[in-house]
């Protein structure tokens, strides 16, 4: 009886001693390292959540220039439609030259310059003296014939820094820069010169046209509408004075 409560006794206590060594980490099994691995695992998934929040960082700075890019090209783009619209708006569409919008906006330039830099210059206004005459008896397009050669020899008697504008209809204006008063008045003198020279034949008549002539000096007390009003009636004087001649 007492050699199986031994041998019984013997079994358990070798049971017992098994299921520790079963319970006892084995070598590269430690608890630390299991939960190092683990650690490691979370740290590799944290350095690819800051490699992705990187990719995708870089990703919307490479989209917000291709952004720009393409709204600074538009931007270029509308200016230089304005740029077109804006000269189309200043332009006389018939003889190229410009209108009176535009004559009147480099007239206020040019007064502006005069009066902080103490520079001289002059406006003369130009009448066609018989456009309407020609326009009746041989239409419109013999009329643009006419304008447009008037528009040529005006434009050969200035000089590239000198501006040549339609007021409209028959009458137009240049601006003259860095010349007395006697200059201005002799090239006024040659411009009715050189429009009273030119012939035109419309249906086998031979037509000449003319223009009346009037001047204004700028100075530094000048106004737009003073000196346009001025240039104006002294071409209306010279006009009365040049159907007195004939």
Sequence with gaps: MKKKTKAAASGTAK??????AARKPGPGRTGSKGAGSKGTGSKGAGTKAVGTGASTRGAVASGDKSTI??????LARAQARIEELQASAETDFLLGILNRRGFERELVRSLSFIKRYQASGALIVLDVDRLKPINDAFGHAAGDEVLKKIVAAISDQVRASDVVGRLGGDEFAVLLWNLSETDARAKAAALEDAIDRLTFVFRDSRVSAGASAGVAILTAHSDIDRVLDEADR?????KAQRRHES
């Design 15 to 20: 049971r017992r001693k098994g299921a520790a």
């Design 69 to 74: 890019r393409r709204l600074r090209a538009q």
């Design 234 to 238: 002294a071409m209306y004087v010279r």
